[in-house]
T-cell receptor, first 114, second 108 residues
Framework: DTAVSQTPKYLVTQMGNDKSIKCEQN?????MYWYKQDSKKFLKIMFS???????INETVPNRFSPKSPDKAHLNLHINSLELGDSAVYFC?????????????FGPGTRLLVL | ELKVEQNPLFLSMQEGKNYTIYCNYS?????LYWYRQDPGKSLESLFV?????AVKQEGRLMASLDTKARLSTLHITAAVHDLSATYFC????????FGAGTTVTVRA
């Protein structure tokens, strides 16, 4: 009965490779997000989708491309991985109704680029 | 751009004593969230504060929001070891902006 799930949980790869992270939520939420948490625990939003439509696109290298096939899924594809991409990537989802906007976070994907 | 500042960034608590974490933010918002993150884990929602003067309590934790001062506090009463974690406040502007986190360690 996992609310927000991500795969894989761990990803170790070489510089220059292309990788994808998948996220699924079964909460019936309309909005999904990708966050990056760096080694100092700082959290920064990368993207947000509402009903499959991109609504937030922060200053992120265009090597990062989100895709939302439906409102329950938001995937993140990363091209030409760099050392600085090493971080924990969290997917989250929320309901747009006022009072219910708490974001629910997935378990995170720990990406290490060698 | 909305800036969110937490202090302190590190807090060593003694069991049984009371402490407060502060969260200041730079622009008007009436939606503030507190999250907890255990090492190597995800973020868990603690409180949602949606109006000026909002106060929420759960166990030894109490959060309050003063939108006029742009300040939220997370008060910890009689700290216990289980409260060791990193606590984040997050403020909703056009997107959710997080503070840097307060890493809490509770010692005997």
């Amino acid at each position: 009965d996992t609310a927000v799930s991500q795969t894989p949980k761990y990803l170790v790869t070489q510089m220059g490779n292309d990788k994808s992270i998948k996220c699924e939520q079964n909460l019936g939420h309309d909005t999904m997000y990708w966050y990056k948490q760096d080694s100092k625990k700082f959290l920064k939003i990368m993207f947000s989708y509402n009903n499959k439509e991109l609504i937030i696109n922060e200053t992120v290298p265009n090597r990062f491309s989100p895709k939302s096939p439906d409102k329950a899924h938001l995937n993140l594809h990363i091209n030409s991985l760099e050392l600085g991409d090493s971080a924990v990537y969290f997917c989250a989802s929320s309901h747009p109704q006022r009072g219910l906007e708490t974001q629910y976070f997935g378990p995170g994907t720990r990406l290490l680029v060698l | 751009e909305l800036k969110v500042e937490q202090n302190p960034l590190f807090l060593s608590m003694q069991e049984g004593k009371n402490y407060t974490i502060y969260c200041n933010y730079s622009t008007t918002s009436d939606r503030l969230y507190w999250y907890r993150q255990d090492p190597g884990k995800s973020l868990e929602s603690l409180f949602v504060l949606l109006s000026n003067g909002a106060v929420k309590q759960e166990g030894r934790l109490m959060a309050s929001l003063d939108t006029k001062a742009r300040l939220s506090t997370l008060h910890i009463t009689a700290a216990v070891h289980d409260l060791s974690a990193t606590y984040f406040c997050a403020v909703d502007g056009d997107k959710l902006s997080f503070g840097a986190g307060t890493t809490v360690t509770v010692r005997a």
